[in-house]
């Protein structure tokens, strides 16, 4: 007897539609993911954009400023804002526009890094109090409250003067004063992350304690990290300009704005408006910036607060 063999039809495959490279569908969702912050948020996006207008100046600071910030010129000493020195100039005949210019690079730096380290020293602090909790978690809860009871600027400027002027001890000063917000936040997620089952499902796969905190747990934790750590610049800058104007911080010639500021406030019982109006407006539109951009993060990050697309 013979077997015929079943009449099996192969259909011609079906036309593929051109795909994008991994690098352009990335390119693709970047870019969809900015225009829906803008498109959520537009005013946090337009603070975005200034908070990024200002890092420019920073960076280009020796291109951008008209004068050496440093040089005197006794000839044009307390001048009024003129088309020679467009912020005018102070005491001793320095222009204004280059030292707020300049200062926007030491400020920056000062609360980049300190906010670095000292908001990535907390996390990793609360990460581990979380995780562990017992007699550990209880005793870095209490260390975090002792620091906590002290206000920012104070603590700072106690740092400050105990370490000596400098920039780096202004670093040092302010990252510990950002390290009881860092492990406070993060400790609370990881707490309600540490009983999920994706947790409970790797820990009975035989996962190690440092697999799941820094593999499985570490990773949910971006978010909050990078909402804390935008708006910790803000607050960094204030206690830096802060501690410049109180004499503790980065010391003389360096410019910064709380150094221009104190060197206002030390002219004179009426110190000239253009010295305390050009610096003040750099911290109070630098400090929004970041603040209203860390705001439109949180909503861009917050999975409760997105909403549907």
Aim: proline share 8%; glycine share 10%.
């Amino acid at each position: 007897m013979t077997t015929t063999a079943p009449d099996v039809r192969v259909s011609p495959p079906l036309p593929r539609s051109p795909t994008s490279p991994p690098e352009a569908s990335g390119q693709r969702r970047a870019g969809l993911s900015l225009r829906a912050f803008a498109w959520r948020s537009p005013m946090s996006a337009f603070w975005g954009l200034v908070a990024l207008a200002v890092v420019g100046m920073a960076i280009a600071a020796p291109l951008l400023a008209p004068y050496d910030p440093l040089k005197s010129n006794f000839r044009v000493m307390t001048k009024p804002p003129s088309a020679q020195n467009y912020f005018g100039t102070d005491q001793i005949g320095r222009d204004t526009l280059s030292r707020v210019v300049w200062g926007s690079r030491t400020s920056l730096t000062v609360a980049f890094f300190a906010v670095l380290l000292g908001t990535t020293s907390g996390a990793l602090w609360g990460l581990a109090c979380g995780f562990f909790g017992g007699r550990f978690d209880i005793a870095s809860q209490r260390a975090i409250e002792f620091m906590q009871s002290f206000p920012d600027l104070v603590l700072a400027m106690a740092i400050a003067m105990a370490l000596g002027a400098g920039t780096g001890t202004v670093i040092v000063a302010i990252a510990i004063t950002r390290i009881p917000f860092g492990g406070r936040v993060i400790r609370a997620v990881v707490l309600s992350l540490k009983e999920m089952p994706f947790v409970e499902a790797a820990r009975g796969l035989g996962a190690s304690n440092m697999r799941l905190m820094f593999r499985h747990i570490l990773p949910q934790c971006i978010a909050p990290y990078l909402i804390l750590a935008t708006t910790h610049l803000g607050v960094a800058i204030i206690i830096e300009a802060s501690l410049g104007f109180l004499g503790v911080g980065i010391p003389p010639p360096t410019p910064t704005w709380g150094n221009m500021l104190s060197d206002a406030l030390n002219s004179g019982l009426v110190p000239p408006w253009w010295l305390v109006l050009f610096p003040g407006l750099a911290i109070t539109i630098t400090v929004l910036a970041f603040n209203l951009l860390g705001d439109g993060i949180r909503d861009l990050l917050d999975p409760r607060l997105r909403g549907a697309v």
